[in-house]
């Protein structure tokens, strides 16, 4: 049962151009969500969290945005850059449980 | 700094073999976690650790057996693995959540390990 998706396993954008990357999940119990970045033989680095009271989220380059009654989230690059090629998992947790889901990852290439 | 150090990066032990994996942070958390991840999959949490003391444990074999000796330190020992056991061992750690406030997990690099 795969509680958290990413439905987009890979995704290629144009230097300068916005990045869009989805999230869909099925557990309505679940209240805070991060977006992880992973390069190959390194462990995923945090980007950036939203919780289920707020609906957007920013940082620099990086926002996220969630549509509770659509349960998906998305993670927005602007601009996207060369060093963004990486994969990128969404995860989510619920109130109280230590537990991480995490989705199943999106491959995104940069085209410089 | 949120770093998380995770030793060795690699190794390759055989079925009969006992070794163990490290991971250490000086952040101040209280809550640390292993994950098992395999090649094009996500991460799957193993093991979390809460104030030194084991708060989950996802029906993981006994072959892997978890020690958390002080709030900075965390092994993994390993024993009798089979090959399917091959794959990246991440380590996170994190403050413990409280109330509404959500804790974030930061991640090690890893232990890429291959069980012959």
């Known amino acids: 049962d795969q509680q958290v998706k990413q439905n987009s396993p890979s995704l290629s954008v144009q230097e300068g151009r916005i990045s869009i990357l989805n999230c869909d999940y099925t557990?309505?119990?679940?209240?805070?969500f991060l977006w992880y970045k992973k390069y190959p033989a390194e462990g995923p680095t945090f980007l950036i969290s939203i919780s289920s009271i707020k609906d957007k989220n920013e940082d620099g380059r990086f926002t996220v945005f969630l549509n509770k009654s659509a349960k998906h989230l998305s993670l927005h690059i602007v601009p996207s850059q060369p060093g963004d090629s990486a994969v990128y998992f969404c995860?989510?947790?619920?109130?109280?449980?230590?537990?991480?889901?995490f989705g199943t990852g999106t491959r995104l290439t940069i085209i410089p | 700094d949120t770093e998380v150090t995770q030793t060795p990066k690699h190794l390759v032990m055989g079925m009969t073999n006992k070794k163990s994996l490290k991971c250490e942070q000086h952040m101040g958390h209280r809550a640390m976690y292993w994950y098992k991840q395999k090649a094009k999959k996500p991460p799957e949490l193993m093991f979390v650790?809460?104030?030194?003391?084991?708060?989950i444990n996802e029906s993981v074999p006994s072959r892997f057996s978890p020690e958390c000796p002080n709030s900075s330190l965390l092994n993994l020992h390993l024993h009798a693995l089979q090959p399917e056991d091959s794959a990246l061992y991440l380590c996170?750690?994190?403050?413990?959540?409280?109330?509404?406030?959500?804790?974030?997990?930061?991640f090690g690099p890893g232990t890429r390990l291959l069980v012959l």
């Open positions: 650790y809460s104030y030194e003391k084991l708060s």
């Open positions: 996170a750690s994190s403050q413990v959540a409280e109330t509404r406030r959500r804790e974030t997990q930061y």
């Open positions: 995860a989510a947790a619920n109130f109280g449980n230590e537990k991480l889901t």
């Open positions: 557990n309505s119990m679940f209240d805070y």
